[in-house]
């Protein structure tokens, strides 16, 4: 593990889209372990905050750094796909038949197995404890076109962290679900940060909920931070 007591910094951070600036002079650091939620209005910049950390959009300046290793350019896209977990507010199941297993087993796809190499007993063993963690393992065999909405996100999550990444980084996760889902999926991402040792960034549009799992609350208003808030535990 990193030596840094921050698993995500970001030093005047500007992004945005051709000449439309998005966020500007963005600065704050996630720590080790540390679980941060990032809320505002639609347009405030988080879904662009959340491209530049997985380099899916140039930044125009300033720097990020992701474990100490300085991302900014872009040049790391392999390494960061092994340290950052990343699920998407939305991620459909798809047509084809799935099942459970597979589908998270997709996750360690580029790391010990890929199109001439094929899954080892560790990758299964490793699919299979992860399932375990998240609560689907008795749905192991199940297609993943007939899971619920809460067991679609618990798998989702699962296919994040079973390439065992440092970072996760949630859009929206309990999006649509009900109380009792939400509940179960609150449950699932306190348990694996503290198996992991995770650090989690996480979008949400719920700041009640957001208080009640974070450690701390990032507020964006016209790309620029607002407040950095403390919770209380």
């Not at 992004?15 to 600036?21: C, E, L, P, V």
């Not at 998240?134 to 999550?157: A, F, K, P, T």
Request: hydrophobic residues 35%; neutral net charge; proline residues 3%.
């Amino acid at each position: 593990m990193s030596s840094s007591h921050y698993a995500i910094e970001l030093s005047k951070l500007k992004m945005g889209y051709g000449h439309h600036i998005v966020l500007k002079d963005i600065n704050f650091n996630i720590k080790l372990g540390e679980f941060v939620s990032i809320l505002g209005e639609n347009g405030a910049g988080k879904t662009t905050l959340f491209k530049g950390i997985l380099q899916l959009l140039p930044i125009m300046d300033g720097k990020i750094k992701i474990l100490e290793r300085d991302v900014t350019k872009g040049k790391d896209k392999q390494w960061l796909r092994s340290q950052i977990g990343y699920v998407p507010q939305k991620q459909s199941m798809g047509k084809f038949p799935i099942s459970v297993f597979d589908a998270v087993l997709l996750g360690r796809w580029g790391t010990s197995f890929s199109y001439l190499k094929r899954p080892s007993k560790e990758d299964k063993e490793i699919v299979e404890e992860t399932l375990e963690i998240v609560d689907l393992s008795h749905m192991i065999h199940q297609d993943c076109r007939e899971l619920s909405g809460g067991q679609c996100q618990r798998l989702n999550i699962a296919r994040a962290i079973v390439r065992k990444p440092q970072v996760l980084l949630l859009d929206e996760p309990t999006t649509h679900l009900d109380i009792d889902s939400q509940a179960k999926l609150d449950r699932t991402i306190d348990i694996i940060r503290q198996q992991y040792n995770l650090s989690i960034l996480m979008i949400s549009h719920d700041q009640h909920h957001a208080e009640s799992i974070s450690d701390r609350l990032v507020y964006l208003k016209n790309g620029e931070i607002l407040k950095n808030v403390e919770m209380v535990q």
